[in-house]
Protein backbone atom coordinates (compact mmCIF):
# COMPACT_ATOMS: atom_id res chain seq x y z
CA UNK A 1 0.00 0.00 0.00
CA UNK A 2 1.43 3.85 -1.02
CA UNK A 3 2.16 5.54 2.15
CA UNK A 4 3.93 8.91 2.75
CA UNK A 5 5.38 10.25 5.73
CA UNK A 6 6.07 13.63 6.35
CA UNK A 7 9.08 15.23 8.65
CA UNK A 8 10.91 18.57 9.38
CA UNK A 9 8.32 20.60 10.90
CA UNK A 10 8.65 22.37 13.99
CA UNK A 11 8.76 26.05 15.70
CA UNK A 12 10.71 28.70 14.12
CA UNK A 13 10.67 32.32 14.43
CA UNK A 14 9.16 34.63 11.43
CA UNK A 15 12.10 35.09 9.20
CA UNK A 16 13.15 31.85 9.35
CA UNK A 17 13.42 28.41 7.60
CA UNK A 18 12.68 25.05 7.14
CA UNK A 19 13.36 21.88 4.96
CA UNK A 20 10.35 19.85 4.89
CA UNK A 21 10.36 16.43 3.62
CA UNK A 22 7.80 13.69 2.00
CA UNK A 23 9.05 9.66 2.08
CA UNK A 24 7.47 7.86 0.14
CA UNK A 25 7.21 3.78 -0.06
CA UNK A 26 5.07 1.16 -2.23
CA UNK A 27 4.82 2.64 -5.52
CA UNK A 28 6.92 3.90 -8.56
CA UNK A 29 7.85 7.48 -6.99
CA UNK A 30 8.97 8.84 -10.16
CA UNK A 31 5.81 8.70 -12.01
CA UNK A 32 3.73 10.77 -10.06
CA UNK A 33 3.71 14.29 -9.88
CA UNK A 34 3.53 15.62 -5.91
CA UNK A 35 2.08 18.35 -4.25
CA UNK A 36 2.10 20.18 -0.65
CA UNK A 37 -1.17 21.15 0.89
CA UNK A 38 -1.44 22.86 4.04
CA UNK A 39 -3.84 23.15 6.44
CA UNK A 40 -4.19 26.32 9.31
CA UNK A 41 -5.48 25.50 12.30
CA UNK A 42 -9.38 25.38 12.33
CA UNK A 43 -9.05 26.69 8.46
CA UNK A 44 -9.46 24.58 5.70
CA UNK A 45 -7.40 23.17 3.49
CA UNK A 46 -4.87 25.34 1.04
CA UNK A 47 -3.08 23.97 -2.42
CA UNK A 48 0.83 24.98 -1.93
CA UNK A 49 2.73 23.45 -4.60
CA UNK A 50 3.17 20.54 -7.06
CA UNK A 51 5.76 19.21 -9.13
CA UNK A 52 6.19 16.75 -12.36
CA UNK A 53 7.54 13.32 -11.98
CA UNK A 54 10.83 14.54 -13.55
CA UNK A 55 11.44 17.62 -11.20
CA UNK A 56 11.76 19.57 -13.81
CA UNK A 57 7.67 21.27 -13.80
CA UNK A 58 6.96 23.35 -10.64
CA UNK A 59 4.10 25.46 -9.28
CA UNK A 60 2.85 27.30 -6.83
CA UNK A 61 0.47 29.35 -4.90
CA UNK A 62 0.70 32.86 -5.18
CA UNK A 63 0.88 33.02 -1.37
CA UNK A 64 4.39 31.31 -1.28
CA UNK A 65 5.91 32.19 -4.58
CA UNK A 66 9.42 33.30 -4.21
CA UNK A 67 9.29 32.48 -0.48
CA UNK A 68 9.18 28.17 -0.90
CA UNK A 69 10.33 26.06 -3.03
CA UNK A 70 9.42 22.75 -3.97
CA UNK A 71 11.99 20.00 -4.73
CA UNK A 72 12.09 16.42 -5.36
CA UNK A 73 14.53 13.51 -4.96
CA UNK A 74 13.69 10.28 -7.28
CA UNK A 75 16.79 8.34 -6.08
CA UNK A 76 15.57 8.87 -2.28
CA UNK A 77 11.82 8.30 -3.20
CA UNK A 78 11.52 11.51 -1.68
CA UNK A 79 9.84 15.14 -1.80
CA UNK A 80 11.01 18.14 -0.34
CA UNK A 81 9.34 21.84 0.68
CA UNK A 82 11.70 24.35 1.14
CA UNK A 83 10.13 26.98 3.46
CA UNK A 84 11.83 30.46 3.81
CA UNK A 85 10.82 34.05 5.27
CA UNK A 86 8.15 32.17 6.88
CA UNK A 87 5.34 34.50 8.30
CA UNK A 88 2.68 33.53 11.34
CA UNK A 89 0.41 33.27 8.46
CA UNK A 90 2.40 30.22 7.31
CA UNK A 91 1.26 28.16 10.46
CA UNK A 92 -0.60 24.99 9.28
CA UNK A 93 -0.09 21.39 9.00
CA UNK A 94 1.65 20.99 5.54
CA UNK A 95 0.53 17.62 3.89
CA UNK A 96 2.25 15.78 1.04
CA UNK A 97 0.15 14.65 -1.62
CA UNK A 98 0.31 11.59 -4.55
CA UNK A 99 -1.32 12.56 -7.77
CA UNK A 100 -3.62 9.58 -8.14
CA UNK A 101 -2.88 8.99 -12.01
CA UNK A 102 0.48 8.18 -13.68
CA UNK A 103 1.97 11.69 -14.97
CA UNK A 104 0.01 12.66 -17.78
CA UNK A 105 -0.04 16.42 -18.78
CA UNK A 106 -2.93 17.21 -16.25
CA UNK A 107 -3.16 18.04 -12.79
CA UNK A 108 -4.96 14.61 -11.11
CA UNK A 109 -6.67 14.31 -7.85
CA UNK A 110 -4.59 13.54 -4.76
CA UNK A 111 -5.49 9.80 -3.69
CA UNK A 112 -2.50 9.02 -1.19
CA UNK A 113 -1.79 11.36 1.61
CA UNK A 114 0.60 12.37 4.31
CA UNK A 115 -0.41 12.48 8.11
CA UNK A 116 1.02 15.96 8.29
CA UNK A 117 3.82 18.09 10.03
CA UNK A 118 3.02 20.66 11.48
CA UNK A 119 4.88 23.99 11.04
CA UNK A 120 4.60 26.79 13.90
CA UNK A 121 5.70 30.38 13.07
CA UNK A 122 6.08 32.73 16.51
CA UNK A 123 8.55 34.27 18.22
CA UNK B 1 -7.51 31.83 -10.39
CA UNK B 2 -10.55 29.93 -10.04
CA UNK B 3 -12.49 30.28 -7.19
CA UNK B 4 -14.37 27.39 -5.53
CA UNK B 5 -17.68 28.31 -3.54
CA UNK B 6 -19.05 25.55 -0.87
CA UNK B 7 -22.73 25.95 0.35
CA UNK B 8 -23.92 25.34 3.21
CA UNK B 9 -21.18 25.76 5.18
CA UNK B 10 -22.61 23.66 7.94
CA UNK B 11 -25.43 21.33 7.85
CA UNK B 12 -27.19 19.35 10.29
CA UNK B 13 -28.67 15.70 9.25
CA UNK B 14 -29.34 12.29 11.03
CA UNK B 15 -28.36 9.10 10.80
CA UNK B 16 -30.07 7.64 7.40
CA UNK B 17 -30.60 10.86 5.52
CA UNK B 18 -29.80 11.58 2.16
CA UNK B 19 -27.89 14.91 2.14
CA UNK B 20 -27.06 17.21 -0.99
CA UNK B 21 -23.91 19.66 -1.17
CA UNK B 22 -22.71 22.54 -4.02
CA UNK B 23 -19.69 23.44 -5.06
CA UNK B 24 -19.75 25.64 -7.68
CA UNK B 25 -16.44 27.33 -9.53
CA UNK B 26 -15.85 30.62 -10.80
CA UNK B 27 -15.66 29.35 -14.82
CA UNK B 28 -16.38 26.40 -16.41
CA UNK B 29 -13.73 23.48 -15.25
CA UNK B 30 -15.59 21.15 -17.10
CA UNK B 31 -15.52 17.91 -14.88
CA UNK B 32 -11.90 18.36 -13.15
CA UNK B 33 -13.70 18.42 -9.99
CA UNK B 34 -12.84 16.31 -7.15
CA UNK B 35 -14.52 15.53 -3.28
CA UNK B 36 -12.40 14.91 -0.16
CA UNK B 37 -13.44 13.77 2.96
CA UNK B 38 -12.00 15.16 6.26
CA UNK B 39 -12.16 14.27 9.73
CA UNK B 40 -11.04 16.28 12.71
CA UNK B 41 -7.27 15.19 13.26
CA UNK B 42 -6.79 13.31 9.68
CA UNK B 43 -5.73 13.51 6.56
CA UNK B 44 -8.35 13.95 3.56
CA UNK B 45 -9.20 11.53 1.91
CA UNK B 46 -10.28 11.25 -1.94
CA UNK B 47 -13.90 10.24 -2.21
CA UNK B 48 -14.93 11.28 -6.04
CA UNK B 49 -12.84 12.00 -8.94
CA UNK B 50 -13.69 14.00 -12.20
CA UNK B 51 -17.16 14.70 -10.09
CA UNK B 52 -18.77 11.88 -10.49
CA UNK B 53 -16.03 9.14 -10.33
CA UNK B 54 -16.11 7.02 -7.19
CA UNK B 55 -12.52 6.21 -5.63
CA UNK B 56 -11.87 2.73 -5.28
CA UNK B 57 -13.16 1.80 -1.79
CA UNK B 58 -15.36 4.58 -1.19
CA UNK B 59 -18.88 3.55 -0.12
CA UNK B 60 -21.52 3.76 -3.21
CA UNK B 61 -23.34 5.57 -1.12
CA UNK B 62 -21.48 8.53 -2.34
CA UNK B 63 -21.88 10.08 -5.52
CA UNK B 64 -21.03 13.49 -7.28
CA UNK B 65 -22.75 15.13 -10.22
CA UNK B 66 -21.76 17.69 -12.56
CA UNK B 67 -19.88 19.82 -15.10
CA UNK B 68 -18.40 23.17 -16.21
CA UNK B 69 -19.20 25.48 -12.92
CA UNK B 70 -21.74 23.47 -10.73
CA UNK B 71 -21.47 20.56 -9.00
CA UNK B 72 -23.14 18.25 -6.36
CA UNK B 73 -22.08 15.31 -3.80
CA UNK B 74 -24.68 13.16 -2.60
CA UNK B 75 -24.93 10.68 0.73
CA UNK B 76 -27.30 8.43 -0.22
CA UNK B 77 -28.01 7.59 3.66
CA UNK B 78 -25.74 8.71 6.26
CA UNK B 79 -23.63 6.54 8.22
CA UNK B 80 -22.32 7.74 11.78
CA UNK B 81 -18.83 7.75 9.99
CA UNK B 82 -19.83 10.02 7.83
CA UNK B 83 -19.79 13.44 9.94
CA UNK B 84 -17.25 14.88 8.64
CA UNK B 85 -15.80 18.35 6.48
CA UNK B 86 -16.14 17.68 2.81
CA UNK B 87 -14.11 19.56 0.35
CA UNK B 88 -14.07 20.45 -3.14
CA UNK B 89 -11.11 20.79 -5.30
CA UNK B 90 -10.19 22.06 -9.33
CA UNK B 91 -7.60 20.75 -11.19
CA UNK B 92 -8.34 22.06 -14.32
CA UNK B 93 -5.66 24.89 -13.95
CA UNK B 94 -2.85 26.03 -11.68
CA UNK B 95 -3.29 27.43 -8.95
CA UNK B 96 -5.67 24.76 -7.58
CA UNK B 97 -8.32 25.46 -5.55
CA UNK B 98 -9.73 24.13 -2.63
CA UNK B 99 -13.76 24.82 -1.40
CA UNK B 100 -13.53 26.30 1.93
CA UNK B 101 -15.77 23.13 3.11
CA UNK B 102 -19.31 21.90 4.29
CA UNK B 103 -19.08 20.36 7.80
CA UNK B 104 -21.90 17.27 8.33
CA UNK B 105 -23.04 17.50 11.77
CA UNK B 106 -25.12 14.98 14.10
CA UNK B 107 -28.69 16.54 14.45
Known amino acids: EAQLLESGGGLVQPGGSLRLSCAASEFIFSNYAMSWVRQAPEKGLEWVSS????????YYADSVKGRFTISRDNSKNTLYLQVNSLRAEDTAIYYCAKDQFRENGRFDAFDIWGQGTMVTVSS | DIQMTQSPSSLSASVGDKVTFTCRASQSITTYLNWYQQKPGKAPKLLIY???SLQSGVPSRFSGSGSGTDFTLTISSLEPEDFATYYCQQTYSSPLTFGQGTRVEIK
Open chain 2, 50 to 52: TAS
Open chain 1, 51 to 58: IGGTGSDT
